[in-house]
Structures are given as C-alpha cells and as structure tokens.
C-alpha cells in the first residue's frame, strides 16, 4: 500500500507543477482551474462536443446560477462551479491520502515481531498486547493465531532491588499530613500499591485500637504517646517479603477553637441527660465565664423552589409561544381541509337556486346543529358572516371580512368572486364556483398526502427506539447464554 500512497501524493506533486500558473487562491483550486481548462481545450481540439444529457444537466445548472447571481455571466459560473466540485475532490482525495499514509506508518513504524521470530514484550506496568501472527509452515496453508504477548516480568534479583527501594520511599509516602512517623498525630497514608513498583502491599498493626489497617489513626483520648508496629506486607508474583516499621502516634493537638467546641458539645451531652425527662432542653448558657447565643439554623429550600417556579414559568412561556404558533398552522391547515367542501356547498345551493345570501345562512344553520361534535373554524367564519348580515351590513363589506378574517388565499379569492359577482353581475358565477370546487378537492388530496407523510416522518424516531429495544431485549439473554456455556 505504501507504493500506491507514494504514487498517489507524487500525481498531485506533479499537478501541482503544471497548474501553479493557473488563477486560484490556492494550490487545489488551480489544480481544479486546471482541469476544467485542459477539458475545455480537448473538446475544442477535438470538436467533440457534449451528449445531450451533459447538455440539458449544463443548461439547467447554468439557469439556477443564473437565478442565483444575475449579475455574472452564466459560462463563467458554471466554470467556477466544476472548478469548486473538482478542489473539493482534489482536497479530499490528498487530505485521505495523508491519513491512510500516517496510519500505515504507525502501523509498521513498531512492530512486535522482531528478527521474524522474536516478539517484543511491553515493559512492566504498559500491559499485555494483543498481536497477529500468521504461521506458514512448508506445504500447508497458513494459519492465523489472535495471540496475547504478557507484559515482561522481573526476575528474583530485579524484584529484590526494587524492594529494597520500594522501603526506602515508603515511609514518606504513607506519613500523609505529619511531619515524620516519629510524631504521628493524623491519619496515615497505608497505601496499597507503590507507583513505579510491581508490588501489592497488605497492612498489619500491633495495636488496632490506634492506628488501623486503612490508616486511620484514633488518638484522641490519648493522654501520652504511643509506640505502635506497623508490617507492610509485599507481594508479587510467588515472592513476598515483609518490611516492619515503628510509628509513635501522640495525643492529638486541638486548636483553641477546637477545644471551645468541645466544651460546648459537653455542655449539650450533659443538659441532654439533666433534661430527659422533661417537656423542654435547657441549652446551656455560657461556657465558662463567656455567655453563649444561640440560633438556629433554619434549612430554607424556598429560593431554590423560587428559582424552578421561575424556569418552569419560562419553558411554560416558551411553549405557549409555539403552542399558539402550532394552533394557527392547525386552523390554516383546517381551513384548506374545509375549503372544498365550502365551495361545493356553495355550488350546490346556488344551482338549486338560493342567493348567496342564503347560502351562508343555511350553511351557518347547519352547523349550529352539528357545532355540539367538533368546531370548525371555517364554520365559526361563516357564522360570523351571517351574524354580520343580519346586524345590517351590506352583503360585499361581510363578504370581504369574511375572507380577511380567513387569512388564507384562497378564502380571500373566494371572497373576490362573491364581492365582484355582487358589484357586476355575472351568469358564469356556478360555472367558476364548480371549477373551483375541482381545484380544491385536488389541492385537499395533495395536503393530505403531505401530512401523511409527515406524520410517517414524526413516526420514525419512535419506531427507531422500539427497534433499539427489542434488540437489547433479544441479544442480552443470548449473550449471557452464551457466557454461560
């Protein structure tokens, strides 16, 4: 693979050689400059010319430029636009290449096998390797092994000198906040393992009443110092070695603070005791010859209920902005859903021969009976417009609100044919209402189709996360199985 990444990275050396005097802002984009030139000078050479598929994707690429920048020339465009598909390729084919070529050197740059039959084993504390081995053997085929190479061990002697430095650091290292084991009065560091050093190390203590296997040390009630043994315990592999030290733990120094704690916190034991059995604790009042304030502390969570209350009251103004937003779209898509049926409607009365005065009213009527089901805001507009009539307006002013307050298209073009048929008077009135009344049904079939195919879409991502999970559901079981067996 290395020949062809070679190969690969010296065709752009060699582009790059022949295009640098081409126009561009960079190296790839006069490679693609390039290109695109050397085409068109082949074609002109040649007088071969484009296939009329080449031909009609070139004119319709050269008009949505067009529409895009009216003010360039559409060869020049359509020039620049290969020129910026060619860069693109160019750039993504040299970036790759690069890639693949550091990879395949990190790959082969270290490699376990060593001399064709040594494996080279990672230092202590790196951890094992997995590695690849193909064995061909004379007349037979190869065979593949998936082989874990150990991390190296220490040999007996190596062990004990790192044992013997190992118990040159660890006292320092388990003193923790003391100054020397000499002077312990705070916990001890008893640690497990030595960083840098291959052992397990186990704890032993002479007296657990103070210091303990995990370090803590208890002296408190210590009225003067005390010699404790401590045995670390190191282990590795078959070998171990124990290592004893001896640490003088004494009394623990409290600060005036400290002690003044104390006093009062014996001070509430002992008013505790004096006052069982009574309704009310007394808390003492001074300590010594200092009086004492009490207060309690009161744990308020009201301000971080405040702060919920006021970020449940914007995500609730939040949602109520597209709550709204959602409610309009849904009564623009109602109205479209309902237009048809309006239209056909209006068709049918006015070719039994009622005004179109009223037909709104009967269409109003009618809904008034039904209103109980469901509300249908073309309706609701209708209603209103009869409302309208009746209070005294003139047929072309409702009629106009009517289509205002619809705020769609095509209750608006509605609308225009009822106030010109009004104003003018026209025969083909039926005739327009009926062709009309096809147009929307078309446009109602095509509005259906997209919600369905939205909803489809809305639907994916659940039935994604079903799927997800009835796949857990199957391979979990499987799996553990499997571990079984």
């Known amino acids: 693979m290395i020949y062809i990444y070679a190969a690969i990275l010296c065709g752009y050396l060699v582009l790059w050689m022949v295009s640098w005097r081409e126009e561009g802002k960079g190296p790839f984009w006069r490679m693609a400059s390039y290109f695109v030139r050397r085409g068109q000078t082949r074609r002109k050479k040649t007088g071969r010319k ?27 465009q359509v020039k620049n636009y290969y020129a910026s598909q060619y860069r693109a390729l160019l750039l993504i084919g040299f970036v790759g290449t690069v890639l693949c070529l550091g990879i395949w050197i990190a790959a082969h740059s270290s490699p376990l096998l060593q001399e064709g039959s040594y494996l080279q084993r990672n230092p202590y504390g790196a951890g094992d390797v997995p590695v690849a081995l193909k064995a061909q053997v004379e007349g037979n085929e190869e065979e593949l092994f998936e082989y874990i190479v150990e991390e190296r061990k220490y040999t007996a002697e190596e062990a004990e000198k790192l044992y013997t430095k190992a118990v040159r650091i660890l006292p320092g290292v388990i003193q923790g906040q003391n100054q020397s084991l000499e002077d312990v009065r705070t916990h001890l560091d008893l640690i497990t393992e030595l960083e840098g050093y291959p052992f397990t190390i186990s704890w032993e203590s002479d007296d657990y009443s103070v210091i303990n296997t995990d370090g803590t040390v208890d002296n408190e009630t210590l009225k003067e110092g005390v010699n404790v043994a401590l045995t670390a315990h190191f282990q590795y592999e078959e070998w171990d070695w124990d290592y004893q030290m001896f640490v003088r733990v004494n009394p623990m120094v409290y600060t005036k603070q400290e002690l003044l704690r104390q006093k009062i916190e014996q001070l509430l034991h002992l008013q505790e005791e004096r006052t069982g059995s009574k309704e009310n604790m007394i808390l003492p009042v001074q300590v010594g010859s200092l009086p004492i304030t009490w207060k309690e502390v009161i744990e308020d969570s009201s301000g971080y209920l405040l702060l919920l209350i006021l970020a449940a009251a914007a995500c609730l103004y939040w949602t109520r902005g597209r709550e709204l937003d959602r409610q309009l779209e849904n009564r623009r898509q109602q109205l479209m859903m309902d237009y048809p049926e309006i239209v056909n409607k209006l068709a049918l009365y006015m070719g039994a021969g009622m005004t179109i005065r009223n037909a709104f009213f009967k269409m109003g009527e009618d809904y008034k009976r039904q209103q109980k089901s469901s509300k249908r805001y073309a309706y609701e507009e209708i209603l209103m417009t009869c409302y309208e009539l009746q209070s005294g307006r003139s047929e072309k002013e409702a009629y106009d609100h009517f289509g205002k307050r619809c705020q769609v298209q095509a209750y ?31 446009e109602r079939k095509s509005l259906a189709k997209k919600l369905g195919e939205e909803a489809g879409t809305k639907l994916l991502l659940p039935m994604m996360m079903m799927l997800c999970i009835v796949m857990v559901i199957i391979m979990i079981p499987a799996y553990f199985s499997f571990m079984i067996q």
């Open 50 to 76: 484009h296939s009329w598929q080449q031909e009609i994707y070139r004119r319709q690429l050269g008009n949505k430029l067009k529409t895009l920048q009216p003010g360039l020339a559409v060869q020049a």
């Open 412 to 442: 608006r073009k509605l609308s225009t044919l009822l106030s010109q048929n009004l104003r003018k008077g026209s025969n083909d009135l039926l005739k327009i209402l009926r062709q009309e009344a096809d147009n929307a049904f078309a």
